[in-house]
């Protein structure tokens, strides 16, 4: 169980009592760096454009069609590799998250980019699937409000403690376009 944090007309935190995260203080220390780190970047030109481009050309999608694409996904990643894969990867939003990345000296491990029906559209790492929109890191950021983030539970990952913050993408005027999960090593935390 994560938390959700919604930034708008305050800070409001649900379901916090419970989370480890919270319990050991990471919540609040990955709020700060989203607010000092991640807001900078996260809604540049660059991510508004490539994701807003992503929502138009997927505007005609059925669930059926998005079946097919993200079990096109698993197969490619399968083969370690394939077009569809290489087009989320290798793209130039990927090299740019790529070096937010390197220059977070270590804190962010991973940046994927979601569009308004949760597919991939950017990455730092490969994810499992292309659909994360069944999932808590787009239901409870881009549905919720433009100024929703979501911080999910501390795990262990290669020797790090990690936990994924997720942040709905959206216009100055407020106008939700998609979500951003990224990774922190929340012991590389000031």
């Known amino acids: 169980m994560g938390k959700f944090t919604s930034l708008a007309g305050g800070l409001a935190l649900a379901a916090l009592a419970a ?8 919540a609040a220390k990955i709020q700060k760096y989203v607010d000092e780190h991640i807001n900078g970047w996260i809604g540049s030109s660059q991510i508004i454009s490539a994701v807003d481009q992503q929502n138009l050309n997927h505007m005609g999608l059925t669930d059926g069609d998005i079946s097919v694409l993200d079990q096109r996904w698993r197969a490619e990643k399968l083969r370690g590799g394939g077009d569809l894969i290489n087009s989320k990867m290798n793209n130039s ?43 808590a890191k787009w239901k409870k950021t881009y549905p919720m409000s433009a100024k929703a983030v979501f911080i999910d539970d501390v795990e262990e990952e290669d020797g790090m403690n990690i936990a994924q913050v997720s942040v709905t993408i ?11 999960t990224i990774g922190i090593n929340v012991d590389a935390l000031k």
């Open 19 to 26: 989370s480890p995260a919270f319990a050991d203080g990471h």
């Open 93 to 135: 939003l990927s090299s740019f998250l790529r070096g937010v990345k390197a220059a977070s000296g270590g804190v962010i491990t991973e940046v994927f980019l979601m569009d308004n029906k949760g597919l991939n559209v950017a990455q730092t790492n490969g994810t499992g699937d292309y659909m994360q929109g069944d999932e």
């Open 170 to 180: 959206a216009r100055d005027n407020g106008a939700r376009l998609g979500a951003a």
